[in-house]
């Protein structure tokens, strides 16, 4: 497992089909190719997460929300694009765009626009969206260091992006872009 903070070296293993933690917000994440959907299968299997529940994807701009844009209001588009105080996913409507291994069982996607430094850094050098998945296994809490990821998944993983954990102290709301229902506090 390769640990370092070469964000261009991150971005290249998740091309390459790689699974990598990486610091969010609030807790360290798992990360892959949205489209890849053997990497995709990697995470699921780690977390033992079933597929049917749906993952969250991240992006660091504005600009790598663009394949949502044309499904969205202008309005809609604003509030996604919109600086929250906490981190916020919005489950954005989606039956075409993200794959159903990302989807799950959902006509849905969950997207968040992170403010976080190394995310944004880490999503401008892989140019688009990944995987945003908290780094545990299912019914664990999930990782706040990088001893914790690497004591849940050790080899499992290909890279641990070494930079610094956000200052929030819970993971990012879920609420619905469309009606405004929270799915997660």
């Not at 933690?21 to 299997?45: F, S």
Request: a negative charge; hydrophobic letters at 35%; glycine letters at 6%.
């Amino acid at each position: 497992m390769l640990i370092t903070s070469n964000t261009s070296e991150i971005a290249q293993i998740i091309r390459n089909g790689g699974v990598v933690a990486y610091p969010t917000e609030a807790v360290w994440g798992l990360g892959c190719d949205p489209y890849n959907e053997l990497a995709v299968q990697r995470i699921l299997a780690m977390k033992s997460r079933p597929v049917e529940k749906g993952l969250i994807l991240v992006v660091g701009s504005a600009d790598q929300l663009s394949p949502w844009q044309p499904t969205l209001t202008p309005e809609q588009f604003e509030r996604l694009t919109s600086k929250t105080d906490h981190p916020t996913s919005w489950v954005v409507p989606d039956q075409t765009i993200t794959p159903e291994w990302v989807r799950g069982a959902h006509q849905s996607v969950a997207i968040r626009l992170s403010l976080h430094h190394p995310v944004e850094a880490l999503c401008q050098a892989y140019q688009g969206a990944i995987v945003s998945t908290s780094a545990n296994p299912s019914g664990l809490e999930p990782a706040k260091s990088k001893d914790e990821v690497i004591a849940y998944f050790n080899e499992k993983i290909d890279a641990i992006y070494d930079e610094s954990l956000g200052t929030q102290s819970k993971p990012s709301h879920v609420l619905d872009l469309i009606t405004g229902q929270q799915f997660r506090a």
